[in-house]
T-cell receptor
Framework: LAKTTQPISMDSYEGQEVNITCSHN???????ITWYQQFPSQGPRFIIQ???TKVTNEVASLFIPADRKSSTLSLPRVSLSDTAVYYC????????????FGQGTELSVKP | DADVTQTPRNRITKTGKRIMLECSQT?????MYWYRQDPGLGLRLIYY???????NKGEISDGYSVSRQAQAKFSLSLESAIPNQTALYFC???????????????FGPGTRLLVL
């Protein structure tokens, strides 16, 4: 199973764009890249998922270069409520239960 | 996600006691999971089930057992609780995106367990 590496923590200010990069050098051909958000004492919440190039939804964008060895979660104009832990996961589709969350990136948004 | 509920939300128990954590979902998903989270750490998989007749061990199944009573219910038991099982426990469900093979997990609110 592909291992991911992401920064332990990041700081930002309200209104800024935040980019969190995740490295996954051993990603396999069928692996998808998924990002989750977790607030204290709550379960993780799905943010975005992609396979290659760029994916955008109402919450974030996900940029995946051609070699797929890394990916970047982009949060536009963050607010205080975006303070949370963000997890990058790489898992073979249809494996289920094999997802490894790791420590995630703790994002702190300041006023 | 309100479609995934867990009971109890908080529980204090003593070493050696047997306890059960319950999870119910109304999403109609076949796949269900139990994770535990310790302070400052990510989630670790305890058990998972792909359907009612399928149970699989995760990374840290020792000291735990599960029961999949129905598609909508997945229970986690600690046969003889010990203090290092003090943690936040999450249940999750998932289903494959039709035609895509991508999987998204939906988590319950968690159960905070303290073993004295």
């Amino acid at each position: 199973l592909a291992k991911t590496t992401q920064p332990i923590s990041m700081d930002s200010y309200e209104g800024q764009e935040v980019n969190i990069t995740c490295s996954h050098n051993n990603i396999a051909t069928n692996d998808y890249i998924t990002w989750y958000q977790q607030f204290p004492s709550q379960g993780p919440r799905f943010i975005i998922q992609g396979y290659k190039t760029k994916v955008t939804n109402e919450v974030a964008s996900l940029f995946i270069p051609a070699d797929r060895k890394s990916s970047t979660l982009s949060l536009p104009r963050v607010s205080l409520s975006d303070t949370a832990v963000y997890y990058c996961l790489v898992g073979l589709y249809n494996q289920g239960g094999k997802l490894i969350f790791g420590q995630g990136t703790e994002l702190s948004v300041k006023p | 996600d309100a479609d995934v509920t867990q009971t109890p939300r908080n529980r204090i128990t003593k070493t050696g006691k047997r306890i059960m954590l319950e999870c119910s979902q109304t999403k109609g998903h076949d796949r269900m999971y139990w994770y535990r989270q310790d302070p400052g750490l990510g989630l670790r998989l305890i058990y998972y089930s792909f359907d009612v007749k399928d149970i699989n061990k995760g990374e840290i199944s020792d000291g735990y057992s599960v029961s999949r009573q129905a598609q909508a219910k997945f229970s986690l038991s600690l046969e003889s609780a010990i203090p290092n099982q003090t943690a936040l426990y999450f249940c999750a469900t998932s289903d494959l995106t039709p035609g895509q093979g991508q999987e998204t997990q939906y988590f319950g609110p968690g159960t905070r367990l303290l073993v004295l």
